[in-house]
């Protein structure tokens, strides 16, 4: 039984890519039921979980807690080189996005942050935390040092 199951996982990945590839099964639709997928596929839910997590790992397909398994949208172009706004960036793509400041906290500023924003010896940040969404779904999750200008208490 152990040499047939990679092939079973094997066989059930390339089946469901090659239906996401056909836009048989589109961006952002449900994939049937575990349970139904399974009677397809002619196999266990176990094998077919493994199949759908290494699709997700490939980024085909994500899993949305007690609501199933969707096919991801298409991905996002990204230059590295080009400064771009990320609101911006992702509009321009026809997609959504969409910023949650998760914490901002005053906090003594490290001597290599000072040094990069130029600040003095001492200075105090606010460390932003933010999660960035695109269409709704989670994609970023960034903590950024900003000077303390905003402060109540401004350094002198």
Request: proline share 8%; charged share 25%.
């Amino acid at each position: 039984m152990q040499a047939t199951q990679p092939r079973a996982v094997t066989a059930i990945c390339h089946a469901l890519q090659e239906q996401i590839e056909h836009g048989l099964l589109t961006p952002g639709g449900k994939l049937p039921a575990e349970r139904k997928l399974s009677e397809v596929f002619d196999t266990t839910r176990i094998t077919l979980r493994e199949a759908l997590v290494q699709l997700e790992a490939q980024g085909l397909i994500y899993r949305e807690e007690r609501r199933g398994w969707f096919v991801a949208p298409e991905r996002l172009t990204y230059d590295l080189i080009e400064r771009s706004h990320f609101h911006a960036m992702v509009r321009a793509q026809g997609r959504v996005p969409s910023t949650e400041l998760l914490s901002a906290r005053l906090q003594p500023a490290p001597a290599a942050i000072c040094a990069r924003l130029r600040l003095p010896a001492l200075s105090s940040v606010v460390r932003i935390c933010r999660l960035r969404r695109i269409d709704a779904r989670g994609a970023v999750c960034r903590a950024l040092p900003q000077p303390a200008i905003f402060s109540r208490n401004p350094q002198p």
